[in-house]
């Protein structure tokens, strides 16, 4: 057990939590309105708190698993004949969860700027937007940091 990775995946789970809560209980307007924000501030931190859990706890995984976390996951064979070598986090943890991730940003930005098209809640979803932006940088910039062409 790494017990900072639990802190950190704790604190990312627990935040977003709270920011659901929050954002749920406020009576002074429809849920609709308020769901791009939902969307932009709590979902991600959710998923990334959700991403470092078998880092955090890998002796849990590899026993539900029967393998370790770090053993090879061989895709399955592509059409022009290669075949790509993972490791299990990459190819059935956090891939997954970052098609998510993505999927639920650009959802929460359509959203969000189809709302302030219909003049509901402006600030709230122009900040939707820009979290949304900005989740979207971070993983355009996390991609070239990992995949440099």
Partial sequence: ?????????????GTAVFFAFYILSRADSRLSRRLPILLELSVPLFLLGLALLPTAFPSFFASILHHSLASD??????????????????????????????????????WAGWNIFRAEDRKLNVL?????????????FAHLVVLPF
């Fill in 1 to 13: 057990m790494n017990i900072k990775t639990i802190l950190a995946s704790a604190l990312l789970i």
């Fill in 73 to 110: 996951y061989v895709s399955p064979m592509r059409p022009d004949g290669t075949r790509v070598t993972e490791t299990w986090m990459l190819a059935r943890w956090w891939i997954p969860i970052s098609k998510i991730l993505y999927l639920e940003v650009f959802v929460g930005i359509v």
């Fill in 128 to 140: 939707a937007v820009g979290l949304g932006a900005l989740w979207a940088g971070l993983g355009s």
